[in-house]
């Protein structure tokens, strides 16, 4: 991501030992008016391999959705619960991502929930996935609900 002034940005930084950790990065960008989500794995004890990470852009349905899912709203994002899928294609070639946000934690306990990026290209298909706390939710509420007046073009 940029370190461009005009990003407003929110990374989770998800390491583990055995190095099967994510980061994810959220970047609010005036100029596109949406939300850049791009996720990348852990290489070793203290980087990510963001040169090959999954990246999406996120539309205001994709925002609404998320912010739902956050407030309790909904389980998970999508219309069956089983994600949100964006298509697009580039130099001829259909590429298939797909956002998933669901809630793994049980009424009474602290949320938490699930936030998986993946992408499928010709057959590779690359998945990124990390866990979201409750105080790291309402970081990112935060951020995406100061999203929606930019993408909306209301500001």
């Not at 739902?68 to 964006?86: K, P, Q």
């Not at 590429?95 to 929930?113: N, Q, W």
Request: glycine share 6%; charged share 30%; net charge positive.
């Amino acid at each position: 991501m940029s370190k461009n002034k005009d990003w407003k940005e929110y990374k989770l930084y998800k390491r583990k030992k055995d190095k099967t950790g994510a980061c994810s990065t959220w970047a609010v960008k005036h100029e596109d008016r949406c939300i850049w989500l791009s996720m990348a794995k852990q290489k070793d004890e203290k980087t990510f391999d963001h040169d090959n990470a999954v990246t999406v852009k996120l539309g205001l349905t994709d925002v609404g959705q998320l912010i739902a899912a956050i407030e309790g709203d909904m389980d998970a994002v999508g219309s069956d619960g089983r994600g949100m899928l964006h298509k697009f294609e580039r130099d001829g070639k259909e590429i298939y991502t797909t956002i998933g946000f669901s809630k793994l934690s049980k009424s009474g306990e602290a949320p938490r929930y699930s936030l998986c990026l993946s992408k499928k290209e010709d057959n590779n298909i690359s998945k990124v996935s990390h866990v979201v706390l409750a105080h790291e939710a309402r970081i990112l509420l935060a951020l995406l609900k100061f999203a929606v007046p930019i993408m909306s073009n209301w500001v």
